[in-house]
Structures are given as C-alpha cells and as structure tokens.
C-alpha cells in the first residue's frame, strides 16, 4: 500500500477547517496530544507535532492554498528530519458543502520509505488508524 485516503465531512465553515488544520494552538489539541508549532505557513516553513506516546514528528510545508488545500512532507517517528527514505507526504483538500466542509486527506510515499516491505506495509497501516482516530478527532473539536 503507497497511499491512504481518507474522507471526512464536518459541520464547520472551511475558515474553521483550515485554522484547526494550520495553526499550533488548534494542532495541538486535536492532532498531537502533547503540543504542536507551526514555525510558518509557507512552502519550507516547519509543522511539529508531539504525542506522549509517539514522540515528536517533524514535518515540512509543501504547498498552501488557503482554506482550499495544504500539505506537508513530514517523518513522523521514523527520523528527526523529514528527508527522501523516511518522509511521506500528506495532502489536505478542502471542499464547501451545505453547512460544513468535506476534507480529505491522502497520505503517500509509504513504498519510497527506506524500509523492507514488510515494514512499509506495517507503517502504512498503522497510519490508516491513525488518520481514522485523528480525523473522529478533528470533527469533534470542531463540531463541539
């Protein structure tokens, strides 16, 4: 498995989607469960997101649209630097609906990571649930 997708339509404007997708103090609530920053929200700017758990993962912007569309190319636990080997890259696509947003987010790279199959097969699936958790996470911040 290269690529996760994940759909999720929640009953919040986009202005409220992008800010809890693109701030520190939003991240940090819903995403990481022991604080996030977010040094600049531009190409090349840093996304970090800790978890009592998991540790640090350190994540670089890719591109921005506001409130249309924002990705990272991040290493989550797999190394301090988000560099080709141990880095896969996460899309987040914005669409207004009748009272809310459908997000999506697709997370992909998982067969370029300097791992064996078994190992990227074991990553990937990890990050399926976890995108499941995160997002119930995300609409319940923002739908409470």
Do not use: C
């Not at 339509?9 to 701030?23: D, F, Y």
Request: proline share 7%; glycine share 12%.
């Amino acid at each position: 498995m290269d690529r996760i997708e994940r759909d999720v339509l929640i009953n919040a404007s986009p202005q409220r989607v992008w800010a809890a997708l693109t701030s520190a103090e939003h991240l940090g609530t819903w995403f990481g469960d022991a604080g996030a920053t977010v040094s600049k929200l531009e190409p090349g700017g840093e996304v970090t997101l800790t978890w009592a758990e998991h540790g640090t993962g350190r994540a670089i912007i890719e591109k921005v649209e506001p409130e249309s569309f924002f990705s990272w190319r991040w290493s989550g636990p797999l190394g301090p630097d988000p560099v080709p080997g141990n880095a896969t890259l996460v899309e987040f696509t914005l669409t207004p609906t009748d009272g809310g947003t459908l997000l999506q987010v697709v997370e992909s790279g998982f067969t370029q990571l300097d791992l064996p199959p078994v190992g990227q097969e074991k990553y990937a699936s990890g990050n399926v649930g976890g995108w499941g958790h995160e997002l119930d996470e995300l609409r319940e911040y923002l739908e409470k």
